[in-house]
């Protein structure tokens, strides 16, 4: 029983998740999910009472597939990461998602949503980051929110703002420069440097 319950769950999150790249959040409706995934609509209202339920648990379950890379060293991870969001940016599922974000922020439910994710990455990049201060590869105190909106904010400005492509190589080249700043102990914040003086 439990192993049919969890093939309903991963097959409506898994038909929210197209539907939000296909029509929106604005658009989506509960009966077009139930079709693709073949659930009754009242199973779905039962577990999600409401669509912003069901897109939250979608988009949740769709980042928890993804395991944070342990590549050995913070540029690996960082990259790893980095090429990952960039083939996700460049599926049909992954650029209907992108234009939601973008084009429905003004519904307070969708910025909601976009916070709550950008929450969620920031904390498990967060994660790699430290991993890269405990093996010495980045001085203690480092100000990691620097190094992630430089490296994430370049490469999605690029990526989504600028619809150019992303190599991996000018990936890798971009979190080089970050890195070198970081270790360089260019990546503190002025208060920071006040307060150490």
Known sequence: MRGRAERVVSAVLSATHEELGRVGYGALRV???AARSGVNKTTIYRRWP???ELVTAALRAAN???EQPDTGTVRGDLLAVVMRSVHLCQTPTGRGIVRMLQME????EVEALSRALRDRRRQDNTVLLERGVARGELPAGVNMQIILDLIFGGIHGRL????????EDYA?????????????RAAR????????T
């Open 189 to 196: 914040m002025p208060s920071e440097e006040r307060s150490q």
């Open 160 to 167: 989504i703002h600028r619809g150019e492509d992303v190599s």
């Open 105 to 108: 922020r003004a519904d307070p």
């Open 31 to 33: 009966e077009d999910v």
């Open 172 to 184: 890798a080249a971009a979190i080089d420069i970050v890195l070198a700043g970081a270790c360089a």
């Open 64 to 66: 928890d597939e993804q």
């Open 50 to 52: 409401t669509k912003a």
